[in-house]
């Protein structure tokens, strides 16, 4: 049974379509072409951080991953997650700062792909807007149209994949009824590898943008869907933290099988 006929299924009930967005709304009113997410990119443990096992550090992904499946043949195919829209805190000298929370298939230890959706949290001159997208990297982010996102709505990120090359993202704003998908397809694999909950500091213009203080961001509802049905939480996943400048700059707690807590610091 694919993992959306029990969940998505009923999101799909009156669905907004997407459509996508090349064009800037306000430079940071709209995610355009030239915004999107990159894969993990590891970097070496700080000599401030503490010597924990499980945890990796990266320049630009912070959150719980999944980095393997539960076997060669039950390979992740969908993967969901819940959380309350941050209010971000831009700090003063910044034209603006940002963040996104998503969930997705890949892009850790298989960077070939992923499979991704989620928000995004800007902070432009004090004042924050935000934005539900779609992705398969290497292409670039999309908007979806039709729904609006305020902090503290409660949002429903899934991802499924139909097949290595095709799949579904869904958002669903719980605080205002308002769902949306957008069904996808590209000529670049997903591997199935890994499953992902994270915040990031995404890229845009080819540079990371500068991180925005988002207070924090638990994902709950946290689970991972394989091949065959197997249902997989965030118990034993990898914690990865983002280091800045040789400072960790979030923490990462995993507090239940379906619960990830990512926090600015």
Request: no cysteine; net charge negative.
């Amino acid at each position: 049974m694919k993992f959306t006929a029990a969940i998505a299924t009923a999101i799909l009930a009156s669905v907004a379509v997407a459509a996508p967005q090349r064009g800037l709304e306000g430079r940071l009113k709209a995610r355009s072409a030239n915004k999107g997410s990159r894969p993990l990119q590891s970097v070496a443990r700080a000599s401030t951080t503490k010597n924990q096992t499980n945890v990796e550090y990266s320049s630009n992904w912070s959150g719980a991953v999944l980095v393997e499946p539960p076997s060669a043949a039950a390979t992740y195919t969908a993967v969901t997650g819940t959380f309350t829209v941050p209010e971000p805190t831009g700090g003063s000298g910044y034209g603006s700062q940002a963040a996104s929370a998503w969930v997705g298939i890949d892009g850790d230890t298989y960077g070939n792909a992923i499979l991704q959706t989620g928000v995004d949290f800007t902070v432009t001159d004090g004042e924050a807007s935000f934005d539900a997208w779609y992705e398969w990297y290497p292409d670039y982010a999309y908007d979806f149209s039709g729904i609006d996102i305020s902090a503290g709505d409660e949002i429903v990120a899934i991802v499924e994949s139909y097949s290595s090359t095709s799949g579904i993202a869904i958002i669903e704003n719980k605080s205002t009824g308002q769902k949306v998908s957008k069904e996808l397809s590209s000529s670049s694999s997903l591997g199935g590898i890994n499953a992902e909950w994270i915040v990031e500091d995404f890229e845009e213009d080819g540079e990371l943008v500068d991180l925005v203080d988002f207070g924090t961001v638990t994902f709950t509802g946290a689970v991972a869907k394989a091949a065959g049905g197997e249902s997989v939480g965030v118990e034993d996943a990898t914690i990865i933290e983002i280091e800045e400048n040789g400072q960790v700059v979030t923490d990462v707690t995993i507090d239940s099988d379906s619960e990830v807590t990512i926090t600015y610091v």
